[in-house]
């Protein structure tokens, strides 16, 4: 049942829309007959795992698909403004040149790609304000510096004169919002604006969104398969799945009583409800009826983590420093540095799995690659199975490469787009003589596949055929093909849907019994870090400010800074 807001005054209106992509080689219905409303002054988020056809709808909404190879057999997307009302679909490009950005703006996703990298910051938001409201450059820039001050952004007066790739990713994203209000637009479009960001930094984002929201009267799309930050934001919730609306309904009312059984599942397999170890029910486990009822229970009993009993850790490092030049002279002599990672100590037990949590530029993922003989430490040392890896020669740091594995956060990007993924796992089976055949490398190829639930038929596809849950998988097989003892696995779910998130979360366990190799797992996702770990490290400004069994530092944090962390989450997720 779709149900009609009580507020009548419409800006846009979406009825019956359907969305087609044509090749030569067939036509893909993305989206199918799909209606909703959206009013002046409401946040409506639309929400579904990635392909469900949330962003192409947005999309659609500004015509910034090309044609070909989109069509719209059927619908309309009504837009209504003080000045007038018109069908999107049937606008002319002058029509929508003049409706972008002046009356309809939006957020994307990632503002470093949506950001010009060679102008500055002012010129790009200025550029916007001058095209529209047709005022002189001086004016144009007073107006940036109050929008820049108005979104938070420290010291406009420098901000204005700086490049994008010069800030940090909550405040190019600012910027980003910043050129999106300057002609205060009637509709906003968020695509996804939070899902890169930090826990605190997208606390700020979010807040900020809902205060301009307010003062401008806005209507809002806010597009997230964040279960977290729709309960945060949204007055309204529609969920897309595979290309329809299969629930809609006001925020509290979906979240307390879900109908569809794919809405039941999004909220239900986020690693917040459970304890350690627990398995997460998935999408699949609702729609084939083998679980009924969202998983709003907790568990009576929780895993008590007990360190493993061995004399020797499998890893220690001791006082670690890891330095980078902030400023060199003309000769390319270092004049200043930042301290990555300071004097940092810690031990990892064979068997154990350590959270390794913190924001952006807090060093956590210099430390891994430093573990891992990627960056080379300033000072400290690093032992690993009671080996200096310092003192280790080429021979044994090529054994190294074997012993110890990266998951990275990107599988897309770490995997060869021009490399079959059968070729691309058995790579290091050939690099490390694994395998004495051909025929014995693509077994072990197939077998690993397998266990990360893919199948022989993928051993021939290139990265690109795969979904994001599915590359990750080719990635975390990769890593396994050598057998390791030790994983780091660097944000390797951040990315992912929540619903792909608990799938893969479900398999690392399941290969974690099956290997028992030893990881440790950053990222900047509490939660997240709390469900997979035995003990948590929170790092913040290079150095490790507490550690502890990752159920007590979640629940009872010492540290400010692990307040903050834990206070930032969206609260409709916290258990």
């Given amino acids: 049942m779709v149900l009609i807001s009580r507020m009548s005054n419409p800006v846009v209106q979406v009825k019956n829309l359907t969305i087609e992509f044509v090749t030569k080689e067939q036509i893909t219905q993305v989206v199918q007959d799909i209606s909703f409303t959206v009013n002046k002054g409401e946040i409506v988020a639309i929400v579904g795992e990635s392909g469900s056809g949330k962003s192409v709808s947005s999309l659609s909404i500004l015509r910034l698909l090309s044609s ?29 040149t003049g409706l972008r950005g002046n009356h309809i703006a939006m957020i994307f996703q990632e503002p470093m790609t949506s950001l010009n990298p060679v102008l500055t910051c002012g010129q790009q938001v200025m550029e916007a304000i001058i095209t529209h409201r047709k005022i002189k450059q001086k004016e144009a820039l007073q107006q940036t510096i109050r929008l820049f001050r108005q979104v938070q952004l420290p010291d406009p007066e420098k901000i204005i004169h700086k490049y994008p790739h010069q800030l940090s990713g909550g405040q190019k994203q600012r910027v980003m919002i910043a050129m999106a209000m300057s002609c205060q637009p009637e509709l906003l ?9 930090d826990v605190t930094v997208q606390q700020n984002i979010l807040q900020l969104i809902q205060q301009l929201q307010k003062q401008n009267n806005m209507a809002v799309i806010f597009i997230t398969h964040d279960l977290g930050v729709v309960a945060e ?13 299969v629930e809609e309904n006001n925020t509290k009312e979906l979240f307390q009583h879900p109908t569809h059984p794919y809405t039941k599942a999004l909220l239900a397999c986020r690693p917040v409800l459970y304890h350690r170890h627990e398995r997460l029910p998935v999408v699949s486990d609702f729609l084939a009826g083998k ?19 061995q004399a020797q850790p499998i ?31 810690f031990e990892v037990c064979a ?5 390794l949590v913190g924001e952006s530029g807090c060093g956590k993922s210099t430390l891994g690659r430093t573990i891992l003989k990627l960056v080379n430490p300033t000072q400290g040392k690093i032992f690993y199975k009671g080996r200096d890896m310092n003192l280790l020669t080429k021979d044994e740091t090529k054994l190294l490469r074997k012993d110890m594995q990266l998951i990275f956060q990107d599988p897309y990007s770490s995997l060869n787009p021009r490399m079959k993924i059968g070729a691309a796992i058995a790579e290091p089976l050939l690099v490390h003589k694994l395998a004495s055949s051909t025929r014995e490398r693509k077994e072990r190829v197939i077998d690993l596949l397998e266990k990360v639930n893919l199948t022989a038929e993928h051993y021939n596809r290139y990265p690109h055929e795969f979904s994001g849950g599915q590359r990750q998988r080719i990635v975390i097989a990769r890593a396994l093909a050598v057998q390791p003892s030790f994983i780091i696995c ?21 290969l974690k019994k099956e290997f028992n190799f030893t990881a440790i797992f950053i990222s900047h996702d509490l939660a997240v870090v709390r469900y997979i770990s035995d003990r948590i490290m929170v790092m913040h400004k290079g150095k490790i400010v507490e550690t502890g069994d990752a159920e007590e530092v979640y629940a009872n944090p010492i540290h400010p800074y692990t307040q903050q962390l834990i206070a930032s989450i969206p609260k409709g997720i916290v258990a």
Wanted: hydrophobic fraction near 40%; aromatic fraction near 6%; proline fraction near 6%.
């Fill in 291 to 309: 679980i009924e009822e969202a998983g709003a229970k907790k568990p009576e009993t929780k895993t008590e983590y007990h360190p493993a009993k």
């Fill in 189 to 197: 479009i968020c695509d996804e604006p939070t899902t890169a960001l």
């Fill in 351 to 355: 068997g154990e799995t350590v959270g």
């Fill in 490 to 510: 660097d944000e390797s779910v951040s990315a992912l849907d929540v619903s792909v998130q608990a799938q893969v979360l479900n398999l690392l366990n399941d």
């Fill in 233 to 245: 934001i949204a007055d309204r919730v529609l969920v897309m799945y595979k290309g329809k609306i």
């Fill in 68 to 96: 070909p190879p989109v069509r719209y057999p059927q619908g309309e997307i009504i837009f209504s403004s003080a000045e007038k009302t018109i069908d999107l679909l049937r606008a002319s490009e002058n029509q929508l």
């Fill in 315 to 345: 890893l220690s490092v001791q006082n670690l420093e890891v330095q980078y030049p902030l400023q060199k002279n003309f000769l390319g002599k270092p004049l200043a540095f930042t301290n990555a990672v300071n004097d940092v100590t």
